[in-house]
C-alpha cells in the first residue's frame, strides 16, 4: 500500500457548530450533510454550485442516514424520525428509549447490508454508562447489541460481522465482531489513545481498512492501520474534531466536522476555526456509506 498522503485542511463552511457531527456523504446529491446536535440543525453543501442549505429540527439530532431522494431517517433525541427534508413531511417515527428520558442518540451508521447502527449516551454526559448501541434492519425491527457506554462513536464497517465502535470518554476503541443473530462473539480494544491525545470521537474506514479517528479536544485526525498502528495523522485549526466521512470525486475527499462545546476564551482565540467544515483532499479511497435500505413491504406503505 502506498504511503498516505493530505493536503492541508480547507474551509468549507465557516459555522461555529457547538456540537459538528454526523458527516454524511450523499453521491446523488454532490453533498456532504452533518449536524449540529446542539443547535438542533443540519446542514448540506453541494461542493458541485456550493449551495448552502440549513434545515432546523424540533429535537437535538445526533446523524442522519440517506434512504432515497429527500428522504432520510434522522437519529433525534427519543426517536428515529423517516422523512423527507424537502417537504418536511414525517413519515415515520420509532421510539428509542422512552423509559430513559435523559438519555439522547448520538453516532450513527449504515453496514454493508443497509442496516442502520447507532449508539446512545446520556446527555447530560454524567459518568454512568446508559448508553447502548443499536440495529435497525430493513424491516424496522429494533435490535439492542450492546449495553455499557457513557458515550457512544461510531461504529465503522470492516464487513457485515466486524466493526469498530467507541466509548469516548473511556477513550477506547473496539473491535466487535458479531454472528448473524446479531450476538456478540468478541469485543477486543483495538486502540486506547493516552491523556494527550483526546477522545476518539466520529470515525470512517478507507478501502485498504484503515480507521481515520476524529480526535476531540485533540485538533486531529488519526489513520490507524487494521494493526493499530498510527499511519497517518492530519492537524487541523479547530480544537474538537468530532467526525469525518469519505467523498466528493473518486471518493476521495475528507470531510471533517469539529465543534466550540466546552471550549472558553482562549482556547477560541487559539483555534479560532473550531466549529468550522474542513475538507483534505487525500490518495486513499474511502468505503461509500451505503444508504438505509427499507423492505418492498415497507417501502411501499412509507413512500
Known amino acids: 500500500m502506498n504511503k498516505i498522503k493530505t493536503t492541508e485542511p480547507k474551509v468549507l463552511w465557516k459555522l461555529r457548530c457547538k456540537l459538528g457531527e454526523g458527516t454524511l456523504w450523499v453521491k ?109 434492519d430493513k424491516n424496522l425491527l429494533l435490535t439492542k447489541v450492546d449495553t455499557n457506554y457513557r458515550i457512544t462513536n461510531g461504529p465503522a464497517f470492516i464487513d457485515q460481522y466486524n466493526f469498530y465502535h467507541t466509548d469516548s470518554p473511556k477513550k477506547k476503541i473496539y473491535k466487535i465482531k458479531i454472528d448473524k443473530n446479531n450476538k456478540i462473539i468478541s469485543k477486543k480494544i483495538f486502540k486506547k489513545l493516552s491523556p494527550k491525545d483526546g477522545f476518539p470521537d466520529g470515525m470512517t474506514l478507507d478501502k485498504h481498512k484503515n480507521l481515520w479517528v476524529a480526535h476531540f479536544n485533540g ?27 469519505f467523498g466528493g470525486q473518486n471518493n476521495s475527499e475528507l470531510f471533517i466536522t469539529s465543534a466550540t462545546k466546552g471550549m472558553d476564551k482562549a482556547g477560541l482565540q487559539k483555534f479560532r476555526y473550531s466549529g468550522f467544515l474542513f475538507s483534505v483532499k487525500t490518495n486513499s479511497k474511502g468505503i461509500l456509506q451505503k444508504k438505509f435500505i427499507l423492505s418492498n413491504e415497507k417501502k411501499r406503505s412509507l413512500l
Not at 440517506?66 to 424520525?81: A, D
Not at 454493508?112 to 454512568?128: A, Q, S, V, Y
Not at 486531529?220 to 468530532?242: D, E, G, M, W, Y
Request: aromatic content about 8%; glycine content about 6%.
Open 219 to 245: 485538533a486531529r485526525v488519526s489513520v490507524f492501520n487494521k494493526n493499530a498502528k498510527l499511519i497517518h495523522k492530519i492537524n487541523l485549526p479547530a480544537q474538537n474534531i468530532t467526525n469525518c466521512a
Open 28 to 136: 446523488e446529491h454532490n453533498s456532504i450533510y452533518f449536524v449540529d446536535i446542539k443547535k438542533k440543525k443540519f446542514f448540506s453543501l453541494n461542493i458541485k454550485n456550493k449551495k448552502k442549505i440549513i434545515y432546523k429540527v424540533n429535537k437535538e439530532i445526533g446523524f442522519l442516514a440517506h434512504i432515497e431522494g429527500h428522504v432520510f431517517i434522522l437519529g433525534l433525541q427519543g426517536e428515529l424520525r423517516i422523512q423527507n427534508i424537502n417537504t418536511k413531511k414525517i413519515l415515520k417515527k420509532i421510539p428509542i428509549e422512552k423509559n430513559i428520558k435523559l438519555n439522547r442518540i448520538n453516532d450513527g451508521k449504515t453496514d454493508p447490508n443497509g442496516n442502520l447502527w447507532f449508539g446512545t449516551m446520556d446527555n447530560l454526559e454524567r459518568n454512568i454508562e446508559k448508553g447502548s448501541l443499536y440495529k435497525l
